[in-house]
């Protein structure tokens, strides 16, 4: 029996029928002889077959079954080839499965063929697929029920009881439960070891999220072209290292991946675009035009509607004009609110990369966490370094640092430059906390304080562009530029 996959529900919906007839039975039978050990087993594992069930049916949606490579001769003809991979683990080890020989043979049968990306992903639902089928075997052979479908299987060795195999086929179960499929899946992809040689070291710094959505780009070109992923990888990769003489990020893979440089990925591959991909891309390389002009749209359609409205109710032109006047504002608060629904529903939201930095953040990623604020009152002050200690405590990673950029209040009349008691408490406070929390390296804490200048438009004096201009002048001066707005900069700015 084929195994085609808008029958699987079908044969998992049948399963559980069956394991649950078989639980019932052998729940009636516990201290009784004639079930033996599959008495105790099944009773207590139910949930364990019905979450295996729920899982496969998560894992494995038609769709996704379909893409993948079939057999095309022999006992599993149309059956998936990672179908075949996963009978064996399961055959071989009298269905107690061992991840780690399941990865030497992953290994080794891609020292001839390749698999795919949905392959790997997929061994797992036909690991679980054959385990239930044979435990299916053995309960029916245990509880003397009828069986109904099944699916091809080789046969165990006859050594094996059934009440072992009950047994093996629920230990599997449980250590599938609990394997990390991704780094399972990371250990075995060759496409991820081809990734792994990114020329700007990067790729293997960054978090699983990131790597899975680069390695998922890899997989749609290569199904789009027709071409093997690995090839489609290297591709990508020949690319960064082609242009390792650039810009800093064009020597990274995911440029050529999710971002500008996956034009010339594309036509390295002979890759067409569909024209629904190609208005896309032309919306989000326009974006302003689109959003500006759906706006405008909206306004003047809903706004000759309304027009037109009081024009056939007999409105003369003054009243008409009128109309047009006091419709103008809510009908642009509607076209604005519309449009905006409309984003959220046709865009999805574009994730940034990510790197990991879950076992701490490296020397060369030093990073620093900044408060822009006003020094507005002693109190204020206060709170302010407060709350500065309170985000160190909460992460006191060596090479995370933490600033307060600071302003005072705009002011009529020109302000004192020099000992400004709020400017002083700021400076004491940052270094008392720095000898608090002191460290063989800088301290984590820095206080970066401007003075105001004359605004004549606001007739003012205050910080230049307030919060933005604080974090331009911090960007000025963290590339090394000394000619920045900061009068006062408590810290060591050299570690």
């Known amino acids: 029996m084929a195994i085609p996959s808008f029958k699987l529900f079908d044969y998992l919906k049948a399963q559980e029928l069956l394991f649950r007839e078989a639980t019932r039975q052998l729940s009636t039978s516990r201290g009784k002889d004639s079930f033996s050990d599959a008495a105790e087993w099944m009773p207590d594992n139910f949930y364990l077959v019905q979450q295996t069930c729920r899982q496969i049916r998560e894992d494995m949606p038609p769709g996704f079954y379909r893409q993948l490579p079939k057999i095309t001769a022999g006992a599993l003809k149309g059956y998936p080839r990672i179908y075949a991979i996963a009978q064996e683990q399961v055959v071989t080890s009298g269905t107690h499965l061992d991840i780690d020989h399941v990865k030497r043979f992953v290994h080794l049968y891609q020292d001839l063929t390749p698999l795919t990306t949905g392959e790997l992903w997929a061994l797992p639902v036909m690991l679980r697929l054959l385990l239930l089928e044979f435990l299916a075997q053995a309960v029916c052979r245990i509880t003397g029920l009828p069986r109904g479908d099944s699916l091809p299987a080789e046969t165990l060795p006859p050594t094996l009881s059934e009440d072992q195999i009950v047994a093996n086929c629920i230990i599997s179960l449980r250590m599938l439960a609990t394997q990390d499929w991704q780094v399972f899946f990371e250990e075995v992809s060759r496409v991820e070891y081809i990734l792994r040689d990114d020329p700007a070291n990067v790729y293997a710094q960054m978090d699983r999220e990131t790597r899975s959505r680069y ?281």
């Open 215 to 495: 390695r998922k780009v890899i997989e749609q070109l290569a199904f789009a072209t027709g071409k093997d992923e690995q090839n489609v990888a290297r591709e990508a990769i020949g690319l960064a290292q082609a242009n390792a003489l650039a810009t800093p990020r064009a020597t990274h893979v995911g440029y050529y991946l999710i971002d500008a440089g996956r034009v010339l990925l594309e036509a390295g591959l002979g890759y067409r675009v569909s024209p629904g991909e190609r208005y896309r891309r032309w919306v989000f390389n326009h974006p302003t035009l689109v959003y500006l002009g759906s706006i405008s749209f909206f306004t003047l359609i809903i706004l000759l509607g309304g027009l037109g409205y009081a024009r056939n109710a007999g409105a003369t032109f003054p009243q008409w004009i009128a109309a047009g006047i006091l419709l103008l504002i809510p009908v642009l608060t509607v076209s604005v609110s519309l449009v905006n629904w409309m984003v959220t529903l046709a865009i999805r939201p574009r994730v940034l990369p990510k790197m990991d930095f879950e076992k701490g953040i490296p020397a060369e990623c030093k990073t620093l966490v900044v408060i822009p604020s006003l020094l507005s009152s002693a109190a204020a002050v206060r709170s302010l370094l407060e709350e500065l200690e309170l985000h160190f405590l909460r992460n006191q990673d060596l090479h995370l640092y933490f600033a307060l950029l600071t302003d005072l209040p705009d002011a009529s009349r020109q302000p004192r430059l020099k000992d400004d008691p709020l400017v002083e408490q700021a400076d004491s406070g940052i270094r008392a906390l720095n000898e608090k929390y002191r460290r063989e390296t800088s301290g984590p804490f820095y206080l970066l304080h401007r003075d105001p200048q004359w605004n004549p438009r606001e007739e003012q004096w205050m910080g230049w562009e307030r919060k933005r201009g604080k974090l331009h002048q911090l960007n000025l001066l963290l590339r090394g530029s000394r000619e920045t707005a900061f009068s006062v900069q408590t810290g060591d700015l050299t570690g």
